[in-house]
């Protein structure tokens, strides 16, 4: 799992636990993109994600099956 601030290039990458889930901790309050790669699955890119001082930020993705080279992007809020 991978997050990219879109503004100064910053990124910080985790690993998920045994149930799927990350966290991102200590990062700056911004604009940032997130993108899962997982062998078996499609590229999951989420654009337009905001980072604000002491307000935690919750994304539930699902994974399609498929290939890694196979993207969805998902943009704005859902």
Known sequence: VKLLNAENGFTQT???AD???FAFR???PGNYVLEIR???FKKFIKN???AS???PTEISV???IGNVSET???RGDN
């Open 14 to 16: 985790a690993t998920t």
């Open 62 to 64: 699902v994974l399609e």
């Open 53 to 55: 001082v002491d307000s």
């Open 26 to 28: 200590g990062i700056q």
């Open 19 to 21: 149930v799927g889930s």
């Open 72 to 74: 969805v992007t998902v």
């Open 38 to 40: 997982a062998n078996g």
């Open 48 to 50: 337009e994600i905001r």
